[in-house]
């Protein structure tokens, strides 16, 4: 199986701020990452597709870069309905594994 | 609207089988595989596995091959996961998810449904 490390397990940030998650696999995905968030009570929702391509719908300050093994996924001037737990997720080969998931604060 | 629709909440005993549902409603079922995740008590996501309606071809995580049964019936556009026997930890909020595209991103989810088994 592919592990997906996520980095940080947690992290607190105050509206406005710009915050960066990392995502490292244990070998290349080429493009085959995504990133998804999570907040209590709602279904996953699916932010950033193919490393870096922002989904129909999700605001312009979540955006994604990287390719290979080492992904991010930055918020830029947050806002108090970010406060969720970010995962990124590979598709390059089965089982399509997740992250251990980031918990932001708001 | 492409929607994805679960059954509802189960709580059930150790030992019991359960059988639990995902019916999609606003785009071609059969051409989209789906997925089903698990999210146990403040634990994160786990991929369990993904069926192709269009001919039932099944890929399990191997962690849930032989623990789970992932199956369709593309006639009513509804997905199918089972447990012939319960343990109290299958307790677990359990997603399906249309996954779409050449990259193969869980695109549209359904709300969960809450399984919790008592022993």
């Known amino acids: 199986d592919i592990q997906m490390i996520q980095s940080p397990p947690s992290l607190s940030a105050s509206v406005g701020d710009r915050v960066t998650i990392t995502c490292r696999a244990s070998l290349s995905l080429s493009y085959f990452l995504h990133w998804y968030q999570c907040r209590p009570g709602k279904a996953p929702k699916l932010l950033i597709y193919g490393g870096f391509n922002l989904q129909s719908g999700v605001p312009s300050r979540f955006s994604g870069s990287g390719s290979g093994s080492e992904f991010t996924l930055t918020i830029s001037s947050l806002q108090p309905e970010d406060s969720a737990t970010y995962y990124c997720q590979q598709s390059h080969s089965t089982p399509y594994t997740f992250g251990q998931g980031t918990k932001l604060e708001i | 609207e492409v929607q994805l629709v679960q059954s509802g909440a189960e709580v059930k005993k150790s030992g019991e089988s359960l059988n639990i549902s995902c019916e999609g409603f606003?785009?071609?079922?059969?051409?989209?595989?789906i997925a089903w995740v698990r999210q146990m008590p403040g634990k994160g996501l786990e991929w369990m596995g993904v069926i192709y309606p269009g001919d039932s071809e099944t890929r399990y995580s191997p962690y849930f091959q032989g623990q789970v049964t992932i199956s369709v019936d593309k006639s009513v556009n509804t997905a199918y996961l089972q447990w012939s026997t319960l343990k109290a930890s299958d307790t677990a909020i359990y997603y399906c998810a249309r996954q779409d595209g050449a990259e193969r991103t869980m695109d549209v989810w359904g709300k969960g449904t809450t399984v919790t088994v008592s022993s």
């Open positions: 606003g785009y071609s079922f059969s051409r989209f595989w």
